[in-house]
Every structure is written in structure tokens, then in C-alpha cells.
Nanobody, 123 residues
Framework: QRQLVESGGGLVQPGGSLRLSCAAS????????VGWFRQVPGKEREGISC???????NYAESVKGRFTISRDNAQKSVFLQMNSLKPEDTAIYYC?????????????????WGKGTLVTVSS
């Protein structure tokens, strides 16, 4: 069964850092574009960063310069390094994969979703 599992969330103080991981089970991510999304209860889910099969990246303005997305060479995991965290970054973070061997990554028509990991930024 193909699934994605997020890990690395937790409680961190403002200004701190966390590294989220998105691990694929039952398949490899080599031909998949992968995106990170976040959702605050009562608000719409937003796409914040994605990486194409070739490694091209995209960031939402709200996280640009603070977050970095990457993928490992074995194509089993994608990471989101989050620095200079702010209270407004508090949310459930999800990863999702879209089968897309070529072209830019995006935030629509994702094929697989993880169940999310909670990030809380608070003093």
C-alpha cells in the first residue's frame, strides 16, 4: 500500500527551527513532485513549498527565505527545514505527492497525502 508519513513536528519557541520529514512507503518518490501544505483549524489548507522530480523548488511568500525543501538521493524522503519560526507558522503540516516525471511542481491534483504532523510555535 502506497502511503506518505510525516514526522518531525513538535513544540518550538519563536525563532527556533524544526525539520519535517515525509517518508514514502510502498513506492519511491523519484517520479513524483512533492509538496508541503499546512492547515490551521477553521482556515483553508495552503501549499507552502514544493519540489519537482528534477529538484526545482517553489515557496510561498509567507515562508520564502525561512524554509528549505529538499529530497534525498534514494528518493524515499522529502524534507522541510524550517528556520526562524513564528507563532503564525503553527499548523498541521502535510506532505503530498503528485506523479509528475517532468515539469514544475505545484499544489493541485496530488495523488497521495500523509496524515499530517503538528507544529506549534509558542513561548
Amino acid at each position: 500500500q502506497r502511503q506518505l508519513v510525516e514526522s518531525g513536528g513538535g513544540l518550538v519557541q519563536p525563532g527556533g527551527s524544526l525539520r519535517l520529514s515525509c517518508a514514502a512507503s510502498g513506492f519511491t518518490l523519484g517520479n513524483y513532485a512533492v509538496g508541503w501544505f499546512r492547515q490551521v483549524p477553521g482556515k483553508e489548507r495552503e501549499g507552502i513549498s514544493c519540489i519537482s522530480s528534477a529538484g526545482r523548488t517553489n515557496y510561498a511568500e509567507s515562508v520564502k527565505g525561512r524554509f528549505t525543501i529538499s529530497r534525498d538521493n534514494a528518493q524515499k524522503s522529502v524534507f522541510l527545514q524550517m528556520n526562524s519560526l513564528k507563532p503564525e507558522d503553527t499548523a498541521i503540516y502535510y506532505c503530498a505527492a503528485d506523479f509528475k516525471p517532468y515539469g514544475a511542481c505545484g499544489y493541485t491534483d496530488m495523488d497521495y497525502w500523509g496524515k499530517g504532523t503538528l507544529v506549534t510555535v509558542s513561548s
